[in-house]
């Protein structure tokens, strides 16, 4: 990998991590509340979206750093995993927390004091392991989406009784 890819790799990761740190502290002081007054109507959503932000950019500049250190950066195509990665997470977590929230998942929040602190720490993590999670949830979808050929697969060699003389 040529040295002006990886450094944009890592302004860009870095970016990222950071910016999401202001953008947070952006629309938690309410500073665009006047200007795009919608904000409101989605700043729950964009807790998510930043905090999934952060967890993917933190994991992928990890990477690229442990990456780099070994000197095992001389694929072009893994460029590809630390830019997109981190945009797939941004909006894995929103669906994530929205998933729980929702019921289907059975995992529940509490709030403190009328702040998601809770499900921004799981959009986090969702960030973090994007690709774990996503592994999870098509794991869910084969079992939720199962077709009836699926289902009398799995269950016919579970009832075969052996056939007595």
Excluded at 51 to 74: P, Q, T, V
Excluded at 75 to 81: A, F, N, V
Excluded at 124 to 146: M, Q, T
């Amino acid at each position: 990998m040529n040295n002006w890819l990886k450094a944009g790799i890592l302004l860009y990761l870095s970016l990222l991590f950071f910016g999401s740190f202001i953008a947070i502290g952006i629309v938690w002081t309410g500073a665009l509340d006047e200007s795009l007054p919608f904000i409101d109507d989605i700043k729950i959503f964009l807790y998510y979206f930043f905090a999934g932000s952060i967890g993917g950019s933190l994991r992928h500049l990890y990477m690229f750093c442990s990456h780099y250190m070994k000197d095992e950066l001389n694929d072009y195509r893994e460029w590809i995993m630390y830019i997109f990665y981190p945009i797939f997470a941004t909006g894995t977590a929103i669906v994530a927390v929205t998933l729980i929230q929702s019921g289907i998942f059975l995992i529940e929040f509490v709030d403190f004091d009328e702040t998601p602190y809770a499900q921004i720490s799981f959009a986090f993590f969702v960030g973090f392991g994007f690709n774990r999670f996503v592994n999870k949830l098509n794991a869910v979808s084969k079992d939720i989406f199962k077709t009836n050929q699926q289902q009398t697969k799995e269950i016919e060699p579970k009832t075969k009784q052996p056939e007595s003389e």
